[in-house]
């Protein structure tokens, strides 16, 4: 036998008691009594002043009586002027619980309150009244303290809406941003798909796509004179220019404003690859959206393959490449773990890269030979032997990407980024990795490709580059591999030209530093290793007596009609045909290692950490403590 209980109106069970004697007004009209519900009601809020006074018997009776849930013909709903069964209902029920559920039942036996769904014929469920979700509320110690989420996205809504929104160029600037997008970027990397040419579905969209495409084109030098973010406004630098539209673009995110969750993925991932942390506490953010597009990705089903009748298939391929080539970068560029595994992939990958445009099928084929030596430095496949990668030769990619029309700038970016992955496509063991020569089979390889990206970004095609951040990652591992060669060579020679190459790839990401947080964090210890081979050279130069050797070397290092630099202020980049310790003048002395010589308070293992294990994927997540060191 089933016996309900009764229970209150925030539904704790009440003890079963009787009431002792009726109301004297009952009593005397001999009829039953149902005033104990109003005096239950009114009772709550002076049951404290009540058990002060004075009281009847009758009265101590009604106050110990267990109070019955007022029907809806109760006094207080008749009272309610204007209303009808759908106010009521609004009104004093607020949470529905539907017939399914077993809390349903006990709560329509239990609570005389409740209300039932009159909708459809026979109900879908019962209203519980506000006032007990009130009362519940109220009666919870955290009610007043605990944290909502929603609370927080409502206060930013007003913010985005006056503050974020307004984040963009000005119409003749944004077109000139919005042409370098379509034609340097766009082709390599089309993450916002069709959403560049189609109407916007709202403002929300409109916006941040401009930001997105005014972001993105910031670096490129043709954009210098269009970075404004009033129509009125002073021009601003890279930098402050693109932390504005970085720090608008995320709060609209955490605004929670987006309700297409496709384009909410293209976003995360645009700003994932575009956006430039500011300091050393950001410096995993990148990562940190890389890893909320994939999970996006995974809710949305977009790696389970679809039928090519679909309407949306391409575009959903395209849309799937990009993450999966964004995942793979970021485990290259922050030392992360990938996030998109092929065994949970539905589509076949080579099909998908072959249905793309022959740009981005191209970089789509380089960042496959990335995939692959990834595989040399995750942990479990460390290796005690040389392996060595072979990689296809980059003009036959082009040839089988058909990319060979493409556009001179944008084929010489994904060069550069060829190149990057063959510096990296090697790995020595552990005990040789403190020398200058890496594996004999790819000396000539490491060597050339770093040659190949200082020349493609400093002289070749300076200016006309798809600055994409591949860009300053190939030239900091360039500027990682020469300063190998003049950290650990044994000729003076090769030390010279290490250091001459050294000093090229320092003003290149000098150049990139006012955008790119890697450069700028490569910049400011490559500086002070400078800074300290002057002085240590000096010093050996006094010490030996070769400062007569130096001044006679020095004027044969500048061309006979180059004025001298001026001013003792200028950067020692400024002047690349500057000497700086200049290592001539002591190849008198082959066995004089130079870095032994630094001062000891210089903390040139920390430097050694930073640059050489830039060639390593491992310690390529410490960015954030390298600019906390040296920025």
């Not at 017939?99 to 039932?116: F, K």
């Not at 020595?428 to 004999?440: G, K, M, Y």
């Not at 320092?506 to 006012?514: E, G, R």
Request: hydrophobic residues 35%.
């Amino acid at each position: 036998m089933v016996r309900f209980v009764e229970s209150d109106s925030i539904g704790l069970p009440l003890k079963r008691k009787q009431v002792a004697q009726a109301c004297a007004r009952c009593r005397r009209r001999k009829k039953r009594c149902f005033h104990n519900c109003d005096d239950r009601a009114n009772g709550n809020s002076n049951s404290a002043r009540d058990t002060t006074r004075p009281t009847s018997r009758d009265e101590q009776v009604t106050s110990r009586t267990p109070v019955d849930h007022p029907t809806p013909s109760s006094p207080r709903f008749e009272s309610l002027p204007g209303s009808n069964a759908s106010q009521t209902r609004e009104e004093h029920a607020s949470r529905f619980v539907g017939d399914l559920s077993p809390e349903a039942i006990l709560m329509e036996a239990t609570s005389l309150c409740s209300t039932r769904d009159v909708s459809v014929r026979g109900g879908l469920g019962i209203w519980q009244p506000r006032a007990a979700l009130q009362l519940a509320r109220s009666n919870s110690a955290l009610a007043a303290t605990f944290p909502s989420r929603h609370a927080v996205q409502d206060m930013l809504k007003a913010y985005v809406w006056s503050r974020c929104l307004s984040c963009c160029p000005p119409p003749s600037d944004y077109a000139v941003l919005r042409r370098i997008y379509l034609e340097k970027l766009d082709p390599v990397f089309p993450i916002l798909g069709g959403h560049l040419l189609s109407s916007p579905k709202d403002e929300i969209e409109e916006k941040v796509v401009q930001q997105i495409v005014s972001l993105a084109a910031a670096p490129d030098p043709e954009a210098t004179r269009h970075l404004r973010l009033n129509p009125d406004g002073a021009l601003l630098s890279r930098h402050d220019f693109c932390t504005s539209l970085s720090n608008s673009i995320q709060t609209i995110i955490d605004a929670g404003l987006f309700t297409d969750r496709t384009f909410l993925t293209r976003t995360l991932a645009a700003l994932s690859l575009y956006m430039q942390p500011s300091c050393p506490d950001e410096a995993d953010i990148p990562a940190l959206l890389n890893g909320r597009a994939v999970h996006q990705m995974h809710t949305l089903g977009l790696q389970m393959a679809s039928e090519d009748s679909h309407t949306n298939s391409q575009a959903t391929r395209t849309l799937f490449c990009c993450l999966w080539a964004l995942d793979r970068i970021n485990g290259a560029f922050y030392g992360r773990a990938c996030l998109i595994h092929e065994r949970d992939v539905g589509w076949n990958l080579s099909e998908c890269i072959a249905a793309q445009a022959p740009p981005f099928r191209l970089f789509l084929m380089i960042v496959g030979l990335l995939d692959k030596v990834i595989g040399l430095y995750r942990p479990g496949n460390r290796q005690e032997l040389d392996i060595v990668i072979e990689l296809p030769i980059f003009e036959q990619m082009i040839l089988d990407a058909g990319a060979a029309r493409v556009s001179s700038g944008c084929l010489a970016s994904l060069e550069i980024f060829y190149h990057s992955v063959a510096i990296l496509s090697s790995q020595s063991p552990s005990e040789n990795r403190s020398t200058a020569l890496p594996a004999p089979a790819t000396n000539s390889r490491r060597s050339l490709a770093a040659d190949r990206i200082t020349s493609i970004v400093g002289q070749e095609y300076l200016g006309q580059l798809s600055y994409l951040p591949i860009i300053p990652y190939g030239v900091s591992l360039s500027l990682s591999v020469s300063y190998r060669k003049m950290r650990h060579s044994n000729v003076p020679m090769f030390r010279s030209r290490g250091k001459q190459a050294f000093i090229a790839n320092t003003s290149l990401l000098k150049s990139l530093d006012d955008t790119f947080w890697t450069a700028k964090t490569m910049v400011a210890m490559a500086e002070q290793v400078l800074q300290e081979m002057d002085k240590a050279v000096a010093s050996i130069t006094q010490e030996t007596g070769l400062a007569d050797a130096s001044k006679r070397v020095e004027p044969t290092s500048r061309g006979h009609d180059e004025p001298p630099p001026s001013g003792t202020g200028d950067s020692m980049l400024d002047d690349p045909n500057r000497s700086i310790g200049d290592l001539s003048g002591l190849e008198a002395i082959p066995d004089l290692n130079i870095f032994d010589h630094f001062d000891p308070t210089f903390d040139l293992g920390a430097v050694d950490t930073a640059l050489e294990g830039n060639l390593d994927f491992g310690t390529s997540s410490n960015w954030f403590d390298w600019q906390q060191l040296w920025g």
